[in-house]
């Protein structure tokens, strides 16, 4: 049974950064699909990062590209997602979530995710 736990949101100026994390537990595969989402106020979820644990291989929603940056633990089965130059816009819950099978983009569906972290940038 997967199970995700994010953790690290909180409440930050603009212009601050941030890192969450996520734990991943349960899960019996070596080649994977990780990707953090986030779901603003009114808006539709958004995928932000994907990370293909076999080969390392990262891709970014334009939104944040050059100024987010996803990664990960091996040894300690954490996900994480650097935040950086943060603005107004950012405020969301953030997700992260995994995918088992058949490709690793921001355009897939993911079957497991964690509960969210609040991102909150004033």
């Known amino acids: 049974h997967v199970q995700l736990v994010e953790s690290g949101g909180g409440s930050v100026q603009a212009g601050g950064s941030l890192k969450l994390s996520c734990v991943v537990t349960g899960s019996t595969y070596d080649r994977y699909c990780m990707a953090w989402f986030r779901q603003r106020p009114g808006k539709d979820r958004e995928a932000l990062a994907v990370l293909w644990i076999g080969g390392a291989t990262t891709t970014y929603a334009d939104s944040v590209k050059g100024r987010f940056t996803i990664t990960r633990d091996k040894a300690k089965r954490t996900l994480y997602l650097q935040m950086t130059a943060l603005k107004p816009e950012d405020t969301a819950m953030y997700f992260c979530?995994?995918?088992?099978?058949?490709?690793?983009?921001?355009?897939?569906?993911?079957?497991?995710w964690g509960q969210g972290t609040q991102v909150t940038v004033s």
């Open positions: 979530a995994v995918r088992h099978t058949g490709g690793c983009s921001l355009s897939l569906s993911f079957g497991f």
